[in-house]
C-alpha cells in the first residue's frame, strides 16, 4: 500500500472513530451529567459541559484512533528491520497543521470559558461586587445564606429580616444569594440549582440563580469545616409563587419573637470567638 493510502486510510479511520465516539458523548452522556436543567445557570453548564466533553471526546478519540490504526498499519513486518526501523524524517505539513490546529482549539476553549462564566451571574460566588450579574439583577430576590457549624440558616431582608431553617424559593423567579459565615469557612452548593459559593466569615459573596419550575434540590456543605462537616446537608425546594408567599408568611409569624431580638440585617456578620464551636 501506497504511504498516501496510508494516510488518507488514517485520517479517514481516525476521524470517523472521533465522530463517532463525539455523538455518542453529546448525546447520550452530556445530557445526564449534573446539574441539570431546573435553572438558568444549571442548563449554562450543561450546555458547557457538552461542549467540553464534546471536543475533548473528539481529540482523544483522534488520538487514541491513531496510536491503535499506528500500531498495525506501520508495523514493521521485516525482523531485520525491527530493532531499528527506517529513518522517521520531519513533515513540515503536518506538523504546521498540529499547531494551527491545538493552537485554535486552546484559544476557543479560553475564550468560550471566559464568556461563560459571565453568563447569567454563572451561578457561583463573585464577591460583593459582581462584575456579571443577569439582566433584571437590581429586582432580584435576596435571600442571606448563613453559615455555621454545622448547619444552613436563611434571612430574608424583603420580609422583615426573619432568619427561617429551610430554604424555599419561588419558582420563574431570579434568587440573589448573599452568602457569609459565622465561623469558620464553610460553601454553600445547591448543585441542582448551578449555585456553588463561599462562605467566609465577615464576609458577603453574591451568587444568582434564575429558578424555572418547582422541583427538590440538595445543599451540601463543600469545604471541610469540622468535625461534623459530614452532616451539613439539607433539602431546599423551588415553590409556586403562591406557595412560597404563603409559606414566607407563616414564617414570618411563626419565628416574629425570634426575629426581634436577632442583630439588624446586614450583609455579613463579625463573629464572637465565644459562638465558634
Avoid at 483522534?62 to 513486518?77: D, K
Avoid at 462584575?131 to 436563611?154: E, M, S
Amino acid at each position: 500500500m501506497s504511504e498516501v493510502n496510508h494516510w488518507r486510510r488514517c485520517v479517514l479511520w481516525c476521524v470517523g472513530s472521533a465522530i463517532v465516539v463525539t455523538l455518542l458523548v453529546i448525546f447520550l452522556l452530556a445530557p445526564i451529567v449534573p446539574p441539570g436543567n431546573h435553572t438558568v445557570e444549571a442548563s449554562g453548564q450543561v450546555v458547557d459541559n457538552t461542549v467540553l466533553f464534546g471536543l475533548s471526546a473528539f481529540v482523544a478519540s483522534v488520538v487514541l484512533a491513531y496510536f491503535v490504526y499506528s500500531s498495525f498499519a506501520f508495523h514493521e513486518r521485516q525482523p531485520e528491520l525491527a530493532l531499528d526501523g527506517p529513518p522517521i524524517r520531519g513533515h513540515s505539513k503536518i506538523q504546521a497543521w498540529w499547531l494551527v490546529i491545538t493552537t485554535t482549539t486552546v484559544l476557543f476553549l479560553a475564550a468560550f470559558g471566559s464568556i461563560q462564566l459571565l453568563a447569567d451571574g454563572a451561578g457561583g460566588g463573585q464577591g460583593p461586587n459582581p462584575i456579571a450579574a443577569p439582566a433584571g439583577a437590581g429586582h432580584a430576590l435576596q435571600v442571606q445564606v448563613i453559615a455555621q457549624q454545622w448547619k444552613f440558616t436563611y434571612r430574608w431582608p424583603s420580609y422583615g429580616g426573619v432568619e427561617t431553617n429551610t430554604l424555599n424559593i419561588p419558582a420563574n423567579t431570579l434568587i440573589e444569594f448573599h452568602v457569609t459565615s459565622l465561623d469558620v469557612i464553610h460553601s454553600f452548593w445547591a448543585y441542582q440549582l448551578g449555585v456553588k459559593a463561599d462562605a467566609n466569615p465577615g464576609f458577603d459573596n453574591i451568587a444568582y440563580v434564575t429558578t424555572k419550575g418547582p422541583f427538590t434540590f440538595n445543599i451540601h456543605c463543600a469545604e471541610l469545616c469540622g468535625l461534623w462537616h459530614g452532616y451539613m446537608y439539607e433539602t431546599g425546594h423551588v415553590v409556586p409563587k403562591a406557595q412560597f408567599d404563603s409559606w414566607i408568611a407563616q414564617q414570618k409569624q411563626h419565628y416574629a419573637p425570634t426575629t426581634k431580638t436577632l442583630p439588624p440585617y446586614q450583609k455579613k456578620y463579625y463573629p464572637s470567638p465565644t459562638r465558634r464551636a
